[in-house]
């Protein structure tokens, strides 16, 4: 259990010392000079995509473009949201379009936890502007909730890991729904 009374507020407390607040500029979920915002996704995330806008996985989501070779065999870990050019195909107007269903990823952008505690934020213009300690404990708890599922996530795909060598196809894709052939 990563959160507790006391994890919870130690990591609000540190990103009230940090300060936040989303400015709307969309730059997290664009490319820019610093990177590719490429936005892993787990499966019930997608489903809960799927649910809230209508369309079909293959329209959200892609195989992660990483690849390594197991047992010579080509395999992706997880999906990566759609793009459109270099941004989200979510971005609408400068605005998410599935505010409601963003994966962790973007709900908690830009901390995220190094064990128990709060990791240095990515650069994001958002930094530095006063955050409230009712925002900043929901943001905590966002934190810990993906912390907990990236764990989860990352369990259930080990005990996949072992099915490669009987799994038929030259490239896998692993996630916590289990192991599939794409491409044959
Ligand atoms: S899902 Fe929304 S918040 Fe996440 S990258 Fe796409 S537009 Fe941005």
């Given amino acids: 259990m990563i959160g507790n009374e006391t994890g919870i507020h130690a990591i609000a407390s540190r990103i009230q010392k940090h300060g936040f607040i ?3 500029c969309g730059k997290c979920c664009s490319d820019t000079e610093e990177g590719d915002a490429l936005v892993m996704v787990f499966p019930d995330e997608i489903h809960a995509i799927m649910n809230y806008t209508g369309l079909a996985w293959d329209d959200i989501a892609q195989p992660f473009p990483e690849v390594i070779t197991i047992n010579e065999k080509e395999v992706t870990f997880e999906w990566a949201l759609i793009r459109e050019g270099s941004r989200c195909r979510f971005l609408s107007d400068g605005v998410c379009s599935i505010y409601q269903v963003r994966p962790s990823i ?3 952008y830009p901390f995220m936890l190094e064990g ?6 990515s650069f994001c213009n958002g930094i530095g502007y006063p955050i409230s ?4 404990l929901l943001l905590a708890a966002d934190l810990i909730h993906r912390a907990e599922a990236e764990q989860q996530e990352e369990e259930k795909i080990s005990s996949y890991v072992r099915q490669i060598q009987k799994t038929p196809g030259r490239r896998l894709l692993i996630d916590g729904e289990g192991i599939t052939s794409i491409h044959g």
């Fill in 106 to 108: 973007c709900r908690t």
């Fill in 22 to 24: 989303c400015r709307k």
């Fill in 133 to 136: 300690e009712e925002d900043a």
């Fill in 116 to 121: 128990h505690n709060l990791a240095d934020p």
